[in-house]
């Protein structure tokens, strides 16, 4: 059975920093493209980053380009998303998700997803 959980979403002032966490179980972490997403109230839910699951390849959504970063621990089964320079937009609901092929940007191309961390970013 594949498991995700996220950790380390909260309440951080604009410009502040926040680091998340992906423990994913089930899978090989190899062959897994690794990925966050996130919902904002009223918005659909939108790809942010993603991380290819050996060469660590990654891909950034353009609005967050230059303030995020992801990575992984393969060792670890882990996926992290350090948020930088946060700003009142990025007040989200941040979901981890994996996929059995490469990154893609589309939501529904994924196949395996956490419940969810909420990040609030206060002016």
């Known amino acids: 059975q594949v498991q995700l959980a996220e950790s380390g979403g909260g309440l951080v002032q604009a410009g502040g920093s926040l680091r998340l966490s992906c423990t994913v179980s089930?899978?090989?972490?190899?062959?897994?493209?690794m990925g966050w997403f996130r919902q904002g109230p009223g918005k659909t839910r939108e790809f942010v980053a993603g991380?290819?699951?050996?060469?660590?390849?990654?891909k950034y959504a353009d609005s967050v380009k230059g303030r995020f970063t992801i990575s992984r621990d393969n060792t670890k089964n882990s996926v992290f998303l350090q948020m930088d320079h946060l700003t009142p937009e990025d007040t989200a609901l941040y979901y981890c998700?994996?996929?059995?092929?490469?990154?893609?940007?589309?939501?529904?191309?994924?196949?395996?997803w956490g419940q969810g961390t909420q990040v609030t970013v206060s002016a």
């Open positions: 998700a994996a996929r059995l092929a490469a990154v893609a940007v589309s939501w529904t191309m994924w196949d395996y």
């Open positions: 089930g899978l090989t972490p190899s062959n897994s493209a």
């Open positions: 991380i290819t699951g050996s060469t660590f390849n990654t």
